[in-house]
């Protein structure tokens, strides 16, 4: 009778612990930054888990201290530990998917994201301008403008703007990884141009020409006279007006990203190039033009001399 009563005990304080009975659910959101022990705290307020302790020792039990994803997650509450940690570890569900498009400055893209409320426009761009996170990040110039990686992102509206930042530089580390720069000086050279030949393409068969245009006119000390920096300069200036064509005063506006008064590339990137125009900067095409006008179409013409390229400006413009 004895040895009865205890297996039945031993029973019950398994049932208590496995839960194998659902007692309602309830949505959790687990940050980016979070370690294990604070994840373990906000499963405990939002019962989902009934102590800490056990959680944390059922995660070191498991070996999955460090497998534990963030998103946010619809959980029964009072499960087994082992159950939160089988769904924490496939990862859940984000709360906003935002999609930040090639070609995007600093600018742009902390108005995406406060359009989403997940950031302070004005903290995202101080801190992709502070020197602190310039240095921990790594990159060269003096803001981390071309260097937030233009993609789709799933994010919670719990991540900070630190946190946001970090996933695009992150980003950028992991889809520039094969195109062997150099070093970073190099990378942000390559960046640089990639950014102006983002802005000035829109089909993918002419990123590499347009490409290689530059570089021949930088090989040719000639100014690159590049609109797009002209364009830059009015949209970080608000002297921008959408679809206005550029004018000859325009094009002497006192600014290094001034790629008409200044010779060489600008001092920074002028936004966050894709993947197809950083490639382009590197292997640009093998071609000796050192001109080329829009067409109006989205589609350019090219040209080896100044004769040639006067006679496709009066054509096209």
Known sequence: MKKKLIIAALLLLFVAWWQPFNIGRTEVTISENMNAREIARVLAERGIVRNVDEFLLSLKIMGREKQLKSGTYE??????????????????????????????????????????????????????????????????????????????????????????????????????????????????????????????AKYEDERPIIARVFVNRLKAKRPLESCATIFYIKKTTGTYIPNHKLTDRDLLIDSPFNTYVHLGLPPGPICSPGESSINAAVTPADVDFLYFVAKGDGRHHFSRTYREHAAAKDRYQ
Do not use: W
Not at 149 to 166: A, H, R
Not at 171 to 186: L, P, V, W, Y
Not at 188 to 200: G, M
């Open 75 to 200: 959980l029964y509450r009072y499960k087994s530990p082992f159950y939160v940690i089988g769904n924490l570890s496939s990862g859940g569900r984000s709360e906003i998917v935002v999609t930040i498009p090639e070609g995007s400055t600093i600018y742009e893209t902390a108005q995406i994201l406060a359009n989403h409320g997940l950031v302070d426009s004005s903290r995202f761009i101080n801190l992709c301008q502070s020197e602190k996170m310039i240095s921990e990040s790594g990159v060269g110039g003096s803001s981390l403008e071309g260097y937030l990686f233009p993609d789709t992102y799933s994010l919670s509206s719990l991540q900070s703007e630190e946190s946001i930042i970090g996933m695009m530089l992150k980003n950028f580390r992991k889809r520039t990884a094969g195109f062997h720069a150099g070093d970073r000086d190099s990378l942000h050279q390559v960046v640089i141009l990639a950014s102006i030949v983002e802005r000035e």
